[in-house]
């Protein structure tokens, strides 16, 4: 198996199995990731038995950076995986750290109206290594280091509930990266169930849903995940989640021209949202020439984002990043497609 696709505790268990100390999971977690090995013959830690052993079961292999686009405050790198696959990963520069923007599955099936990776579905999911190596890849390709991660990219990540934990559990290692659980976020666009697993995990990384709509038939025309989890659901399953975790959940709401930014749906968005400890990131949306929506104007999102202010619902307008730089999750990927 890939390196990169081991949590500390399943290397554990390999060790193990194969007679070995477990220790030597910690060693190796700490040249890959600490030192950046990019073999197990770097890693000065480990003895020549082990290696020897390893060498059979794990490969280094890594993701391969096709195109590379930098803005100012915006990097987008389109990978080929092992299998020939296209997967985009962005990268953000925020004044507190750089954000870097994690693909989940190759296209995706949840068919959200306005999302130019909804229109390339899904080919399949990816694995805990090929989310790993989106990080470590583009640190090296870009030269910058990453202190926080968005599941957020494209893919529904709970429809890869195995998969992203896994991966969270790697890079949140303290032997390996080492990036906080309050510094990753998984973001679903409301697989009901999966939350309530996540809830029942008792996981530390965030969770942001999400909503983009204040009431199910403007969710149902965005969203056909509503209509499996209508929003009495998915408020029902939010409301939990943070009862139990007493975290602050984190609902994205993009704003539509016409579709979704009335008064009133701000105002009904307060109604919904009533007694969950949340806080709202309102988007302005990112045109794309595929898809017949258009961004809510400067005006309009103001006066969205005073209503909830008014009503005490925590809210900010979200920085926008590289709206030059095809920075709508699939844009770099279906050009890419396009060309062949
Ligand atoms: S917004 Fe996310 S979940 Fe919806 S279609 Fe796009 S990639 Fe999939």
Redesign the pocket.
Known sequence: MNIYGITRADLEAYFISRGINKTKARFVFEGIYKERAASLSEIASLNPKVKAVMERDFTFEKIKALEILKGEDVCKVLFELSDGNKIETVLMKHDYGNGLCVSTQVG?????A?????RLKKVRDLLPHEMVLQLLCAEEVLGERVSHVVLM????PFDNYDNIMAFADIITDCFGLDIGTTHVTVST?GVVPKIRQFTERGSRINLAI?LHAPNDEIRNRL?PVNRAYPLSELMAAAREYTLSSNKKLTLEYILLDGINDSDENARELCRLVEGIKCYVNLIPYNETENLGFKRSSRQRIAAFYDILKKAKVSATIRHEFGGNLKAA??QLRAENMKKG
């Open positions: 995706c099936n949840m068919g959200c306005f999302c130019e990776s909804g990219g494209i893919g529904e666009g999400s969203m999750c699939g």
